[in-house]
């Protein structure tokens, strides 16, 4: 059943709003008693919300009138959005470096005649947008109001709405579905390092799925990049297979060799593009699933400057810039368990779900003040400050953590050798929370002990052959553990 419903502000267009924190259930409450086959909808959500609504249409053979958007989509429908050219056009004309560009560019929907003379970082970019104007590199899209004024609307998936997206709002009737949360309690780990952390993780995902739970019920939540080496090296002991989120930049494949070293740099960018489309059908196969992703993915940024004018050497640092930009999925596999940012994933109430890292500086996340615009000038612009987004990250892995039924979370004393602090949100968390801390620790330092013995006894085995029954004797995650920090390097257990 759907639950109370908050009433908000109403103008001119009688569109019904409603904003939904998400579990399975309430999705299929949400297709079966909203939705109908005679009406049009539009509905506004993550990618991931999008892909868990389309798989249960097709689970249910449902079939509806739907317009997808996501929350920046949404925005750029009632402003402008940028051509495929805009940011080299951008770049050229700023002679700026193209991630300050590319930030510049996000800024431009915010920014008005009303804003002239405020500061000259938003001068800078007042007068960006003029010129994309009048070279028709933004496309208007006022028009948004009369193609889906007669659509019904839905907003799932943003229990925090950016500021701009609530000022558009204000033209519509909506309204806020309050969900209960859940109240269950929540295991607390402290563990060491990475290392002892991910060996507790790849040990307590075991025991779920050795109890029975289905990999596509378990699903691991973290922001830190850092912790794919531990997860892919003890995960493989373990005999689990990762299916990350994360993505890893198409600058990282040696196909982008193919432009960073073109030294022909006066010819023109046509021909230029040309010789390297060349290069790529006669040095890289195409025959795998993945190396056609990442061909496709370079080549798509070829095309981007492929009619432009000019030598390659007025780009060459821009096609650069767009290739590192570019992100290419890490291999997924078959019953693979679903690790990385999740924040948005549709979670059920038989999910077993892990928060890997809830330490101090990185969930959540905290925003500097470091941007091309600072706080005041973005205050100006009515754009979110630092501390506006730090506390945006903050509200949304709070609501996660509630919409998580069975949770985990665990932190860790050092990472690099470096003293690390368990995140302040712990003490903002509105469930009980289990602590088993102390087994933990002891966990370690028997680890660090029987390391020690271990490795005299491999030494011993490895130089005059005298066998001792504790190198058979020593559990599983004891030796990926001894493993992990090298003793078993050039010994196979």
């Known amino acids: 059943m759907l639950y109370p419903l908050k009433m908000c502000p109403v103008n001119q267009y009688k569109c019904v709003i409603i904003t939904v924190i998400i579990l399975r259930e309430i999705l299929m409450d949400f297709i079966f008693n909203h939705l109908k086959n005679n009406h049009q909808y539009l509905i506004i959500c993550p990618k991931d919300i999008k892909k868990s609504l389309l798989k249960l249409f097709f689970e249910h053979k449902k079939i509806y009138d739907i317009k997808w958007l996501d929350q920046n989509e949404f925005i750029e429908r009632h402003t402008f959005e940028l051509t495929d050219h805009a940011h080299i056009h951008a770049s050229l004309y700023l002679n700026k470096e193209s991630s300050i560009t590319k930030e510049m560019l996000t800024y431009l929907p915010y920014v008005n005649d009303e804003h002239i003379e405020q500061s000259n970082h938003i001068n800078e970019l007042l007068s960006l947008k003029t010129y994309l104007s009048k070279k028709d590199l933004l496309l208007s899209k006022n028009q948004f109001e009369t193609l889906y004024k007669d659509r ?44 002892d952390e991910v060996i507790h993780l ?43 989120t994360f993505t890893k930049s198409l600058y990282a494949y040696d196909i982008s060799k193919l432009v960073i070293n073109y030294d022909q740099n006066d010819r023109p960018i046509s ?25 496709k993915k370079f080549i798509d940024v070829l095309n981007t400057y492929q009619h432009l004018n000019g030598l390659f050497k007025d780009y060459k640092s821009l096609i650069i810039s767009d290739i590192k930009d570019t ?32 330490n101090t500086n990185e969930i959540p996340n905290v925003s500097k003040n470091d941007d091309f615009l600072t706080d005041l000038e973005k205050e100006i612009l009515k754009l979110e400050t630092s501390t506006d987004q ?8 709070l609501d996660f953590i509630n919409r998580s039924r069975h949770l985990t979370i665990s932190y860790k004393e050092l990472s690099d050798r470096k003293e690390t602090y ?68 050039n010994f196979n257990i």
């Open 202 to 244: 790849a040990k307590d995902i075991s025991s779920l799925i050795l109890a029975g739970i289905p990999t596509n019920l378990i699903k691991v939540y973290t922001n830190n990049q850092t912790y794919i080496p531990y997860i892919e090296t003890i995960f493989e002991r373990f005999n689990l297979r990762p299916n990350f």
């Open 271 to 295: 021909e230029a593009i040309k010789h390297i489309y060349e290069a790529v059908s006669k040095s890289f196969s195409q025959k795998s699933i993945k190396s056609q992703h990442i061909y």
């Open 327 to 358: 992100k290419v999925p890490y291999d997924q596999y078959e019953n693979g368990l679903i690790i990385g940012n999740i924040i948005n994933h549709v979670l059920t109430e038989n999910d077993h779900v892990f928060i890997l890292g809830l």
């Open 390 to 397: 730090s506390r945006m990250n903050k509200s949304n892995i």
């Open 422 to 489: 368990p995140s302040s949100i712990i003490d903002e968390i509105n469930r009980p929370i289990l602590n088993n801390e102390e087994s933990k620790n002891d966990l370690h330092h028997t680890f660090k002990q029987e390391t020690i013995t271990l490795k005299k006894h491999i030494d011993l085995y490895k130089t005059y052959h005298v066998y001792h029954p504790m190198i058979n004797d020593i559990s599983y995650d004891k030796a990926v553990f001894i493993l992990i920090i090298g003793y078993f390097s």
């Open 152 to 195: 019904t609307i839905y907003i799932i998936g943003y229990p925090y709405k950016h500021k701009l997206f609530n000022k558009i709002l204000k033209k519509y009737v909506y309204q806020d579905i309050s969900l209960p949360e859940f109240k269950t309690g929540i295991k607390l780990h402290k563990y060491h390092d990475e290392t």
